[in-house]
């Protein structure tokens, strides 16, 4: 009877999430549920899961909608019926076309057996339904059954009452979805926008009694019922199963590839390398995981024949297979990388590949992907962006008429002053963690053996590739499993860079001779110095702070470090311990001989996921596969399910039958909770660590190039001022734009660096073009009227190019271009014709005053044009920075209290325990140091720190392993010299 049920995976329309619409039905006594949501079938497999373990029929299908328009609800009666409705919602979704309606020459699934259609009273026509289409009844609608043709044709009614909401609170909430998906406030919803409140889930014999009178309409309903079959064996493999023609064809494959591939990384006869080689291709033959490697190690293959750069980690860099076939590049025995977190007996899913690769190559490996394997095989994975406290009080602000002051103190303080404020706390408890929009994994691919529209509906992401209505839990439920391409921009900062090496100095670079990266001298002083300033993963303050109050000098410390940054790892307070240990180790304590014996390498400190699995191993007494299972289940992604209590009861039971202290095993446990989830795993860090190495040798060796490349890429935990900043300081002479100079992203010639005009604000795509392409063809422009006679540049274009500099080379100032312009463009509208002259003719030449720029403007133009200075900042500001401390004296002046004048570069905001606010700053001084500070809760709340600007900072220099910082207890913001305006009358 309930053959149209929705829940929140309708987006914006149903108020259920999926296990409350099944445990609902199951309360009511329901045997068999319809699940129907408009357009999508998102949650298709969760419900068949909940329905089965409810003891619930589950029947899938899909209400199908243009805009507010109901068409016609799909429900398959086979998993061929739910393959041919997964291909009709994609081929209509992928094309973004509008659905077909209801009409006599349109039917419905390639066998009328699979699947049955229902119709909204009156779209159709009885005397043309077909023999799998039915017509929905809604309560409301029986005192419209003495229709003639209705009557004529009672086999083809069926009950259909919707199941939305849940109640009249629900209702409200729906009403509220609603106008955020129209984008509308709620006085404007109309009623067809809407469902109807009386859209709940009525009980099984109150829907009985209002068709009493209607048996047979209640019959047609059960059978349609009975009739509806979907299975899936829930874990079962389903992804690409071979590589090649059989699997006994990938396994001799991959041990060819793998056996060259150990020549190359290890030379002949290492007969570790080559035992730890056999050992694993047991393994994987037989976890049947061959043609997952062998899939990888393909479109790895295509991005080094197409000479794009890329990074292979996660927990499959732990195996030497995967180095031999160059998947990843961290050697696993050099690391001792832990086996069992890569693959054992335990683990169905495959090892986990992340693979970066720059942004500007990975959608053409993703494109080759979809091309090798097929667009029926292939998806990109799906996922959905869940509403969270900040969104919510936007939206439903938004919904309410909320002035945008009130939503964003709302937000900040998250206590009601009004109706209005109560209204959206009050609801936005209920809205909280439903899905906002069907969106795309960051990096997930899906390759399956059968049609992929045998499991999925697919959609149209702007990313422009096929997108499946799952996300990455449902597709390991069912047994697919994702192949992860993801894109960094910090290998594009390597790529860019070599090629701006190549072109201003003519070096190649090998940027995979790790080994060598690893032994240079200038590269370790560059890390134990923190000069880290665009390298991947190890520029934040925070990092920076960790490698300086390390001295980090080598690769296997590094390697730590980038575990150890890690929130989790932090927050237990193990961070300080390793650190203290790091420099202490003759006075390490460990908790128990066997942290010695097994954790010798950091100290007794659990710093990777891969020591959680051996102290939940050796000291608790689970075994391998157990320990790697209690890993998962403390990650975020799996604390939810109840593994996790299984397993902590597990530990501490076989904790104490092992003889252990009760009080220490509780220690150990808080500790292993305390990061297991957060912190990375050993190869992982590996890879980071590798990717840092090759962005220190860069920096070390060509540091202008080097940073011409972050800056072009926009990528970094800085904005791009600091990038700016840095290549100053490495002697970079920063131009400003020039129309002849310039490209559309900066350049460098020499020492020289051209400001690209990508900077500029205002500045058209469309004119940037146009100026290039000019220039190409036709060469350099001669002067201003040049200038606009071929590119037709508007006048507004025109000044802003000419305040910024861009016309400097005519050596007439600003100020006189700007007449001339002005002058120039409205003159010469009619005869702007795009292309030089035939002849060259002198410009117009204008008598002015003289006018004349000086070095303020010009910074003041530069931050209005591009957003800052190309300069230091401090030649603007308002004050004498000698009369302040630098940072290079801080420790000189430890436990005193210091002022400095600084420039506000990033700030970082904590809420303490006692849930008070407070932050850490990070700022440069006047000679482009950084100046670290810490405000604590009440200096924050007295001096508040804003996002730009000069501050004058006064407080107390504190020390901790060497790093020094200042603990603000004043601040004032300083202001900017004055800009003087020439009076010109």
């Known amino acids: 009877m309930y053959l149209n049920c929705k829940t929140y995976f309708s987006f914006l329309y149903g108020t259920f999430s999926t296990q409350q619409l099944v445990q609902t039905a199951l309360g009511k006594g329901v ?30 299908g899909v209400e199908i909608r243009n805009e507010d328009q109901l068409l016609y609800i799909l429900l398959a009666a086979s998993n061929k019926g739910l393959a041919w409705i997964h291909d009709f919602v994609s081929e209509y979704l992928l094309s973004k076309k509008d659905f077909p309606e209801a009409g006599a020459d349109q039917s419905f699934f390639l066998d009328g057996r699979d699947g049955f259609v229902i119709y909204p009273l009156s779209a159709k026509n009885p005397e043309n339904l077909l023999p799998n289409e039915r017509i929905g009844i809604l309560p409301s609608e029986l005192n419209r059954l003495f229709n003639p043709d209705l009557r004529k044709h009672p086999d083809k009614l069926v009950i259909r009452q919707p199941v939305t909401i849940q109640d009249k609170t629900h209702f409200s909430l729906h009403r509220l979805l609603r106008c955020i998906a129209k984008n509308t406030i709620l006085a404007k919803l109309s009623k067809e926008e809407q469902c109807e409140p009386t859209e709940t889930f009525v009980s099984p014999s109150e829907l009985l009694n209002k068709f009493s009178a209607y048996s047979f309409i209640v019959t047609n309903t059960y059978k349609l019922m009975d009739q509806c079959h979907i299975e899936m064996e829930f874990g079962t493999d389903k992804n690409k199963n071979t590589y090649g023609g059989t699997k006994e064809d990938d396994r001799v494959f991959l041990e060819k590839l793998a056996t060259e591939g150990l020549k190359k990384r290890f030379g002949p006869n290492n007969k570790l390398a080559e035992e730890r080689l056999k050992k694993e291709l047991k393994i994987i033959n037989d976890l049947g995981f061959n043609s997952y490697f062998l899939i990888n190690w393909d479109f790895i293959r295509y991005a080094q024949l197409r000479e794009y750069y890329y990074v292979g980690r996660g927990s499959g860099a732990n195996s030497i297979v995967a180095y031999c076939l160059f998947i990843t590049n961290v050697n696993p025995i050099e690391l001792n990388l832990y086996f069992e977190r890569f693959l054992n007996p335990h683990r169905k899913s495959p090892p986990d590949f992340d693979i970066d690769f720059s942004h500007t190559d990975r959608d053409d490996v993703m494109d080759y992907i979809f091309k090798r394997y097929g667009k029926s095989q292939v998806a990109l994975l799906g996922s959905y962006p869940t509403f969270k406290h900040d969104s919510i009080i936007r939206q439903l602000g938004k919904v309410l ?36 929009y069907p969106s795309l994994h960051p990096c997930g691919m899906l390759i399956s053996q059968e049609p992929i529209v045998n499991y999925v509906s697919l959609f149209m992401p702007p990313k422009g590739f096929p997108t499946a209505q799952i996300d990455m839990f449902v597709a390991e439920d069912i047994g697919m499993n994702k192949f992860d391409i993801l894109s960094q921009r910090g290998l594009s900062h390597i790529r860019e860079a070599q090629r701006l090496i190549q072109q201003n100095r003519g070096v190649s670079i090998d940027i995979h001779d790790l080994e060598a990266f690893k032994k240079d001298k200038h590269v370790a002083t560059q890390i134990r110095n923190a000069n880290s300033i665009g390298c991947f993963y190890i520029e934040s303050p925070a990092m920076r702070q960790l490698l300086k109050k390390l001295r980090c000098d080598d690769y296997i410390t590094l390697v730590a470090a ?3 940054i890690r929130p989790g790892v932090a927050q237990s307070g193990m961070m300080k311990e390793y650190i203290y240990r790091y420099h202490n180790r003759d006075k390490v304590n460990y908790l128990h001989p066997l942290f010695e014996e097994h954790l010798s390498e950091t100290f007794g400190v659990m710093v990777f996921q891969e020591d959680v699995i051996k102290i939940a191993h050796y000291y608790g007494g689970l075994d391998l596969g157990k320990a790697d299972i209690l890993r998962r289940a ?50 992982h860090s590996a890879s980071f660590a590798a990717e840092s190495y090759m962005s220190l040798f860069l920096k070390t060796y060509y540091p202008k190039e080097f940073m011409v490349a972050v800056i072009n890429n926009f990528g970094g935990f800085y904005s791009t001022e600091l990038y700016f900043l840095e290549l100053l300081k490495t002697g970079g002479d ?17 020492s020289k660096v051209y400001t690209g005009f990508v900077h500029i604000k205002r500045l058209q795509d469309k004119l940037v073009e146009q100026i290039l392409e000019e220039r190409r063809n036709h060469g350099d422009y001669l002067h201003l009227q040049d200038f606009i006679e071929r590119t037709a540049a508007g006048l507004e274009q025109l000044n802003t190019l000419i305040s910024i500099g861009a016309f400097r080379f005519t050596g007439k100032s600003k100020k006189h271009l700007l007449w001339e312009a002005n002058f120039l463009q409205k003159k010469n509208q009619p005869q702007l014709h795009n292309g030089p002259a035939l002849f060259h003719e002198a410009p117009v030449e204008f008598i002015l005053p003289e006018l004349v720029d000086t070095r303020l403007d010009d910074l003041y133009d530069q931050i209005e044009i591009l957003g800052f200075p190309l300069t230091n900042p401090f030649e603007l500001v308002d004050d004498h920075p000698e009369k302040y401390i630098r940072a290079a004296d801080l420790h000189l002046h430890k436990g005193k209290i210091v002022s400095a004048l600084t420039y506000f570069i990033a700030r970082k905001h904590v809420v303490t325990k006692y849930n008070d606010e407070m932050f850490f700053g990070t700022f440069v001084d006047a000679e482009l140091d950084w100046i670290d500070t810490v405000h604590f809760p009440d200096s924050a709340k007295n001096f508040p720190l804003h ?34 305006y020439e009076n010109l009358s």
């Open 562 to 564: 980038s575990s150890i």
């Open 401 to 436: 008429g909320m002035p945008d002051k009130e939503i964003v103190d709302l937000q900040r303080t998250n206590t009601a002053r009004d109706s209005n404020s109560r209204l959206i706390l009050q609801y936005g408890k209920l809205m909280q963690g439903f899905p906002s």
């Open 634 to 683: 403390m990650s975020g992604k799996y604390r939810s399910n109840n593994q996790f209590e299984i397993i902590r009861e597990e530990f501490f039971s076989s904790s104490k039958k092992l003889g252990r202290d009760e009080a220490l095993t509780a220690e150990i446990w808080r500790q292993m909770e305390s990061f297991a989830g957060y912190s990375f795993n050993k190869a």
């Open 734 to 750: 920063i131009e400003p734009p020039c129309v002849n100079r310039s490209d559309k992203y900066s350049n460098i010639r020499g």
């Open 947 to 980: 996002d730009s600007g000069f501050y004058r900072i006064t407080g107390k220099v504190a020390e901790d392993f060497g790093v020094h910082s200042i603990e603000v207890n004043k601040m004032e913001k300083v202001g900017h010299k004055k800009r003087i």
């Open 31 to 60: 045997t068999a549920l319809a699940l129907t949501n408009i357009n999508a079938t998102c949650d298709t497999w969760d419900f068949v899961k909940l329905c089965r373990e409810a003891g619930i029929k589950p029947i899938a």
